[in-house]
């Protein structure tokens, strides 16, 4: 095939025409980076003002939490709503407009002046959040060479793990001196700004007329590959929401710390999101599916170690640290494994990890919940988190069988385990195959 200087598709991508520099791809990429860390400190900065938004609305602190639940509600029905209307629309304009909405919902958050606006608003706001980091990963991914794409998808996801760093502690600040709705009106400032950015360096690509969200979804919820893909994300990464749930009162009930020492603890949770995202897109360059199996295996290791270091005060951090680590390298994975074994539906693929990623938020708290309920102790969710990493890694490996042994898992030679890493992506969109 003769050589060619455009940058390579994804799937189901179309070719942008004429050369990207390797300058213009970083600041491109860096301005969806950006639009991930407005969405991060978004999503997590509620959780720090709920005391001071349940004084606002007049409702208890217990109800106000239902806004967290609207927002995560969202983000779950926003991914397949949005996929499916939006299958055809150039890549870019889609991203001004979920960033613009994003930007507008965030406003009506400020604005809310009752509990029922405000958890409606907050609703809204979830729903261009996987949309989003779908998109936005799909961009990413066409701007460098195959064998980058891993660390392209790594470095926009690297925005939601900065947020945890450094947006949230800032915003949540500001919201605690100057007001919660101050938070919101934030955020939205760093929506339009990315919208801005994506406008002035991300290039612009045609649409593909031929992408409907009735044929995408159709593609995409046929594959059993695809289910087992989210079930092993929804289930496996269950395990670190069955920790951080609870870590003020694991920290000051069992650990015996001080209340002062959890934004501590909370900074160790968000550098190890950093670290572990970086160390995501080297890894992915390596293997995607083992990667995969080794971060599912070390989150399960790590749960119990937890559950030993629990007791002894300090010891626990690092413990904390390497949790977030290596279950980032498995949020990063999956969402590359879900674009390749997606087929011709790469929007939806590429959108569908971070409602699976929501549902594990709800199924990790939820089962860490029983078990503290029923007596056995705030250690406990870490056994429980440990037991969802396995069955995480089970599944991926039933998935492996499945595919050895002719399943369904499509034409893409990504949908081997061992192939996904290597399989260089051509111009009409097909993977290459390679044998294991």
Do not use: C, K
């Not at 977030?324 to 994975?333: F, H, M």
């Not at 406990?380 to 050895?404: D, E, F, M, Q, Y």
Request: net charge neutral.
């Amino acid at each position: 095939m003769p050589r060619t200087d455009a940058p390579p598709s994804v799937a189901g991508t179309p070719s942008t025409t004429g050369p990207t520099s390797t300058r213009h791809a970083t600041l491109a990429i860096l301005a969806l980076a950006l639009g991930g860390f407005a969405i991060g400190t978004t999503e997590f900065v509620t959780m720090g003002l709920l005391p001071q938004i349940a004084s606002g609305i007049g409702v208890s602190e217990p109800q106000a939490g239902h806004v967290i639940s609207a927002y995560a509600l969202g983000v779950v029905v926003g991914v397949p709503i949005l996929s499916f209307f939006v299958a055809g629309l150039p890549r870019r304009t889609l991203l001004i407009w979920l960033m613009g909405a994003y930007a507008v919902f965030n406003v009506l958050s400020a604005a809310a002046t009752g509990y029922g606006l405000l958890t409606l608003a907050r609703f809204l706001d979830g729903l261009p959040h996987g949309a989003y980091f779908g998109v936005a990963s799909l961009v990413a991914a066409s701007l460098v060479a195959p064998e980058r794409r891993g660390r392209a998808v790594a470095s926009v996801m690297l925005g939601l793990s900065v947020a945890n760093v450094l947006g949230v502690p800032a915003v949540t600040w500001l919201g605690q001196h100057v007001g919660w709705r101050s938070a919101y009106l934030s955020t939205a400032v760093l929506a339009l700004a990315t919208v801005v950015l994506t406008l002035v360096f991300v290039p612009a690509t045609p649409g593909d007329p031929e992408a409907t969200g009735r044929r995408e979804a159709r593609a995409f919820f046929s594959s059993a590959q695809v289910w087992l893909t989210l079930a092993a994300g929804a289930i496996g990464f269950g395990g670190m929401f069955a920790v951080y749930s609870y870590i003020a009162t694991t920290v000051t009930g069992v650990a015996g710390l001080s209340e002062g020492t959890v934004p501590v603890f909370l900074l160790a949770f968000g550098l190890g999101m950093v670290v572990g995202t970086w160390a995501a897109g080297e890894l992915a360059g390596w293997s995607v599916f083992r990667s995969l199996i080794g971060a599912g295996l070390g989150t399960a290791v790590l749960m119990l170690v937890f559950w030993v270091a629990a007791p002894h005060g300090w010891l626990l951090l690092p413990v904390v640290f390497l949790i977030t680590t290596v279950a980032s390298v498995l949020t990063i994975n999956l969402q590359l494994r879900l674009m390749d074994v997606a087929g011709d539906a790469v929007t939806l693929g590429a959108a569908m990890n971070h409602a699976a990623l929501n549902a594990a938020n709800a199924l990790g708290a939820w089962l860490g919940g029983v078990v503290i309920a029923a007596g056995y102790g705030y250690r406990a969710p870490a056994l429980v988190g440990a037991g969802l990493s396995v069955a995480g890694v089970l599944i991926l490996l039933v998935a492996a069988a499945g595919h050895r042994a002719g399943g369904s898992a499509g034409d893409s030679a990504a949908d081997h385990p061992e192939a996904v890493p290597a399989a260089p992506i051509g111009h009409n969109g097909a993977h290459a195959r390679h044998d294991a």
